[in-house]
């Protein structure tokens, strides 16, 4: 028995030791960028983010709480090379986090609106426009148009841009972009049965990233 126990033991040491004579030949950097991948993966995209039900009796009053004095949400950008053969794409990763201690809701607006900053939900800026700030209203909004995001959760919404967009759009490897978020409107809740809560409770305002360049290499990607 103790035999056996020993050569366990001889086994996990020469396990460790192998793990760490791969990690000297293949280099530092190419684990760094396995694990850094494997995170972003983790990161679910904004459209599977949880959904809502039944709003006009189920919301976090912290989350409600916060929305009216400031914005719950930051954005990041991510930016992956730009394409080096017509077959290739660049994506744009624009990360929406609840930085609040609420489960927050945020407007989904189904996809990305590129230069056009008076839309509401998420978009993106080549130039150096201003995003135009809402005017809030209490307009209808629908549950399908509605996820969540709990306290400090993140998620991602994904563009993918062609080379034939990239032209249109005039972006190049060194322009830079920005990221936003945009709601107005805190979203009246449509109901035969009226609850507690009147509207969604959404934020309403503007919130943008940090300005960030294309790069020609990436581990984005």
Do not use: K
């Not at 028995?1 to 996990?12: A, D, L, P």
């Not at 995003?131 to 563009?159: D, F, G, H, K």
């Amino acid at each position: 028995m103790n035999q056996f126990y020993r050569s366990r033991r001889g086994s996990t040491a020469f396990g460790v030791l192998l793990i760490v004579v791969l990690f000297v030949l293949a280099g530092q950097n190419t684990f760094s960028d396995l694990f850094a991948n494997f995170l972003v993966d983790l990161r679910p995209s904004c459209e599977n983010a949880r959904g809502v039900t039944a709003r006009e009796a189920h919301q976090s009053l912290i989350a409600r709480a916060v929305s009216q004095r400031r914005s719950p949400f930051r954005v990041e950008l991510e930016i992956g090379a730009y394409p080096t053969t017509p077959e290739e794409a660049l994506v744009v990763r624009i990360i929406l986090t609840n930085t609040s201690m609420g489960t927050v809701p945020f407007l989904l607006s189904g996809g990305v609106a590129v230069n056009n900053p008076a839309i509401d939900g998420f978009g993106l800026l080549t130039t150096t426009a201003q995003v135009t700030a809402p005017a809030s209203t209490n307009a209808p909004i629908p549950e399908s148009n509605i996820r969540l995001l709990v306290p400090l959760q993140t998620c991602v919404q994904y563009l993918t841009l062609s080379v034939s967009d990239l032209q249109t759009f005039g972006i190049n490897p060194g322009s830079v972009l920005r990221a936003y978020y945009r709601n107005g409107a805190t979203g009246l809740i449509q109901t035969s049965n009226p609850g507690i809560f009147a509207d969604h409770g959404l934020w309403t305002g503007v919130v943008e990233s940090a300005s960030e360049a294309v790069p020609i290499t990436s581990s984005a990607n």
